[in-house]
């Protein structure tokens, strides 16, 4: 059926990945490029492309994850994807996946760390330093306890 706006125009399905991204570029935000690859409709006549070797074509987007994202959020590129022949492209989404970093752990909008000390910096005291996601160096310590 028509609309006011023209005739109707069926929509390509959203595709969705996972997108493995470090807790720097969450805390930072980064910008990379990403293969994907398009799939393709099971009856060749509706086909808006066919590759050369007759599988998904692969296609190259660029994904700008977000400063202060959390894992399980989503970034939506639109209109991305078009693989059915006379429908109007689709969506590609973002799952982004944080991967396990050595040092931190996030807890909601805080980062937290684990530092062993031993008996003796314990009630001596202890100097420590270390690296901060956005590359600072860091000096923590505890005076002696009398």
């Known amino acids: 059926p028509a609309a006011a706006g023209g005739p109707f125009r069926p929509r390509n399905r959203d595709v969705r990945y996972q997108l493995e991204v470090t807790l720097e570029d969450l805390y930072l935000g980064s910008d990379r490029s990403v293969s994907i690859s398009q799939p393709s409709h099971p009856d060749p006549r ?3 492309f066919q590759s050369s070797r007759g599988g998904p074509r692969k296609k190259t987007v660029d994904v700008s994850v977000p400063r202060g994202c ?3 959020e989503t970034v ?3 209109g991305e994807v078009d693989y059915v022949r006379d429908s109007a ?3 590609v ?4 996946a944080q991967r396990r ?4 752990t996030r807890r909601g909008n805080d980062l937290a760390m684990e530092m062993r000390l031993t008996l003796r910096e314990a009630l001596c005291g202890f100097e420590r330093e270390f690296v901060h996601l956005d590359g600072r160096r860091v000096r923590i310590g505890s005076p ?3």
Do not use: Q
């Open 46 to 48: 509706l086909r808006s």
């Open 70 to 72: 959390a894992s399980g």
């Open 76 to 78: 939506t590129l639109h």
């Open 89 to 91: 492209p689709a969506d």
């Open 93 to 96: 989404v973002f799952v982004l």
């Open 101 to 104: 970093h050595e040092i931190f």
């Open 144 to 146: 002696r306890l009398d």
